[in-house]
């Protein structure tokens, strides 16, 4: 009969368990639509720019924050929480001036890809199962899609 509590209680935990993989599945979705398109976190030096960038903007906001509230006779416990709060404002200030730039950057190498014939414009491909609205808003506006790079198999001959 203990035998039977416990196993009820491990499936509850691999029950809670699965609900929490099934809300990470909600993200993959992101991933999904990040993998077709073009983006900073797709982009391989990109996304080693930014990750170095937000530990080096909360290593500066941290020690910043810190020296100048220990040159101000500020407590210990006061001085440890101002870094804490303004290593955390570097990081956000850091990563969204990195995505800023990089995103510029992607897009300039891609450009420049395209116009020496390094990739090929495609089309995204139309998915079904849209509303009017938006599939209307959507074929409306082709003057902000991204290009979409396609490797270009005539340079391999």
């Known amino acids: 009969m203990a035998k039977s509590d416990k196993d ?8 809670k368990k699965g609900k929490g993989k099934g809300k990470g599945k909600k993200g993959g979705k992101a991933d999904g639509a990040a993998s077709e398109g073009i983006s900073v ?8 720019a930014v990750k170095r960038s937000k530990g080096f903007g909360g ?21 440890a929480l101002r870094a804490l709060a303004f290593g955390i404002a570097g990081y956000i200030v850091a990563w969204a001036c990195a995505v800023a730039i ?15 014939g ?4 495609a089309p995204p491909p139309k998915q079904g199962g849209r509303s009017g609205a938006r599939r209307a808003g ?3 506006s082709t003057a902000d899609a991204e290009p979409q790079p396609v490797a270009d198999d005539a340079g391999d001959s």
Do not use: C, M, N
């Not at 990089?102 to 020496?116: I, P, S």
């Not at 390094?118 to 414009?121: E, G, I, L, R």
């Open 138 to 140: 959507a074929e409306g």
């Open 8 to 15: 009820k209680a491990k499936t509850a935990k691999d029950a």
């Open 118 to 121: 390094q990739a090929t414009y």
């Open 102 to 116: 990089w995103r510029h950057l992607v897009l300039a190498e891609l450009r420049h890809a395209l116009e020496t």
């Open 41 to 48: 976190a797709a982009h391989p030096r990109a996304a080693a």
């Open 59 to 79: 290593l500066a906001g941290f020690g910043l924050a810190a020296y100048l509230s220990y040159s101000a006779g500020v407590p210990a416990d006061q001085i």
